[in-house]
């Protein structure tokens, strides 16, 4: 019986192995010409490279005034989230749907409804802790959030194993892991975003922009001056590119961040406001957003003829996303790039005609992100008084006067107490 079962799994094994999965992955259809039709009378007497010039250019000048107009409305990330998320699993679908897999799409925006409801509710729970614990359901679904996420999750894994189908094991393992590194990829990052968002409107527009930057300015020095290759996952990619994409984008972050750090809309974090019942983005800027006057080195002294310079300190900090976005963010590109290659494919969509879809523009964003939260939880943020506050408020009397007491023991040894009572009489 022993021999019998190890044939038997051997040829289950070689019954995987012959599946088409081993044998190359099947080509995706590139998609036509998706250029707008005027666009193309309009551009049709030029070459094609001065045309995909003008086609990046205009489509660029469009993009970023609807940047804008998103800032405008607020946050909407979470729409391009989802688009995103199509975008890379369509490429699956349309690779493998030919085997005619059970679930696949429904189980992917499944997944990807779970970990939204995970990550985003632990944020509000985060941000918004007062709010939550006003309302009888958002306090129910708060306390209970993390194991309802886990029966939603473990939910759709039971879904998965009851979809396994005879001689595809193999294969839809294979997309069970695609849709996790899909959702690791793009959900987790996009829930990074919306921390920075919280943080202030400054930490999202600073760095975002920044990358585009150095994406526009990276392909128009290389556009005109570019002759050495960078590599070879982007043959169009060159080394001049790269350098004068950095200093233009070092130049850009330090000039966006002068004009940004006045204005306290960008610089206020969103917070829940009991009075108004509603949410603000108002408050004293910190010092970070407060102008300062810095020595400057001699060598710059001398060249410059000034002694001091006057900042924000937040410039200091662009300098840092800036060559963050132009050293390091591309690499999120190349990535995307080996990517495509991969499953030997231009663009995840046709969305934006002459760059691609919605994830081709934001292959770099979400490294950018990354970055920020963690910049911001190493050099930035504090401990925060009104949330400890909050937590405070949300205990037994009990628990509360058991604080109270060992803070203020802790005072009178440390000998502010005193100073404290004459001060309040």
């Not at 998103?70 to 690779?95: A, D, H, N």
């Not at 407060?290 to 900042?311: F, N």
Request: aromatic share 16%; proline share 4%.
């Amino acid at each position: 019986q022993g021999s019998d079962g190890e044939l038997k799994v051997e040829k289950d094994v070689a019954s995987d192995t012959e599946s088409k999965v081993d044998t190359g992955v099947p080509e995706v259809p590139v998609p036509a010409d998706d250029t707008p039709e005027v666009l193309n009378k309009a551009l049709s007497g030029l070459s094609s490279r001065w045309k995909n010039w003008w086609v990046r250019g205009i489509l660029t000048l469009a993009m970023i005034s609807f940047f804008f107009f998103i800032i405008y409305l607020g946050p909407m990330v979470l729409m391009m989230i989802i688009k995103c998320f199509q975008e890379i699993i369509t490429i699956g679908y349309s690779v493998y749907h030919s085997y005619h897999l059970p679930w696949f799409r429904t189980l992917s925006w499944y997944f990807l409804l779970c970990v939204n409801y995970f990550f985003y509710g632990e944020t509000v729970t985060d941000y918004f802790f007062t709010l939550v614990q006003r309302e009888e359901p958002l306090r129910i679904l708060s306390k209970y959030h993390r194991f309802i996420s886990f029966a939603l999750y473990l939910t759709g894994f039971c879904m998965f194993v009851l979809s396994l189908v005879k001689k595809h094991y193999r294969l839809q393992f294979y997309m069970f892991g695609w849709t996790h590194v899909t959702l690791l990829i793009v959900v987790t990052q996009s829930h990074l975003i919306i921390h920075n968002l919280f943080e202030g409107m400054i930490w999202f527009i600073v760095p975002i922009s920044c990358v585009i930057c150095n994406d526009i300015m990276a392909y128009m020095f290389g556009f005109f001056f570019g002759r050495t290759p960078l590599i070879k996952l982007s043959p169009k990619k060159t080394w001049e590119g790269f350098i004068g994409g950095f200093f233009s984008t070092i130049v850009f972050g330090i000039m966006l961040s002068y004009v940004m750090a006045g204005w306290r809309y960008f610089v206020c974090p969103v917070e829940f406001n009991n009075d108004s019942n509603s949410f603000q983005v108002d408050c004293e800027p910190s010092e970070l957003f407060q102008l300062q006057d810095y020595a400057l080195p001699s060598i710059l002294e001398s060249v410059t003829g000034w002694t001091t310079v006057r900042l924000y300190p937040f410039q200091i900090h662009s300098i840092a996303l800036s060559s963050f976005a132009s050293i390091v963010g591309p690499f999120g590109g190349f990535f995307a790039s080996g990517f495509k290659r991969a499953f030997k494919i231009k663009d995840f969509a046709n969305t934006i005609p002459g760059h691609g879809g919605i994830m081709d523009r934001f292959d770099c964003q979400y490294l950018m992100a990354t970055f920020v939260n963690v910049y911001i939880a190493s050099f930035i943020r504090g401990p925060n008084p009104s949330k400890v506050i909050q937590q405070l408020l949300a205990l037994r009397v009990d628990q509360q006067l058991h604080i109270f007491n060992s803070l203020k023991a802790h005072l009178t040894e440390k000998g502010l107490l005193p100073a404290l009572e004459e001060a309040a009489a």
